[in-house]
């Protein structure tokens, strides 16, 4: 097998694909998160907490100077980042644990027993009559 056809045999394989889906759509779930965060949560917060806007929290390590910019600590920007964790952590601790609730109904829920055949239930009845008779 060429590698070329084991490498199509791969990408094509159904988890390859689902894990790839997976991908994009938490990218997209966080940049979601990245907008609830600091354009609904974050400012609330910072009017709580005396009108600091968490973008701009820094220590200033050293001053700028005559083409030379300041080098800051951007820890406003880390605590920003925790929140986004924190939240999509959480939703996707949400999801496991419904989908985990689904499989554990689904697997609780007995199986209905599959009906007797025609045939298989004519040969019994002739077999308890047998049995009467004799």
């Known amino acids: 097998m060429s590698f070329i056809s084991e490498f199509k045999a791969f990408a094509m394989r159904g988890n390859v694909v689902d894990l790839a889906v997976g991908?994009?759509?938490?990218?997209?779930?966080?940049?979601?998160?990245?907008?609830?965060?600091?354009?609904?949560?974050?400012?609330?917060?910072?009017?709580?907490?005396?009108?600091?806007?968490?973008?701009a929290l820094a220590i200033t390590l050293k001053q700028a100077s005559e083409g030379v910019e300041a080098v800051t600590l951007n820890y406003g920007a880390f605590l920003q980042t925790v929140v986004d964790f924190t939240i999509i952590a959480f939703a996707i601790f949400l999801v496991v644990r419904l989908m985990n609730r689904l499989q554990?109904?689904?697997?609780?829920?007995?199986?209905?027993?599959?009906?007797?055949?025609?045939?298989?239930?004519?040969?019994?009845?002739?077999?308890?009559?047998?049995k009467i008779r004799s």
Do not use: Y
């Not at 990245?34 to 609330?44: E, H, Q, Y």
């Not at 609780?108 to 009845?125: I, S």
């Open 23 to 55: 991908v994009v759509i938490g990218a997209a779930f966080g940049k979601i998160v990245t907008a609830l965060v600091s354009g609904i949560i974050m400012p609330p917060i910072g009017v709580l907490i005396g009108g600091v806007d968490f973008s």
């Open 104 to 130: 554990r109904k689904q697997e609780a829920t007995p199986a209905k027993p599959a009906e007797t055949p025609e045939d298989v239930a004519l040969l019994r009845e002739i077999r308890d009559l047998l």
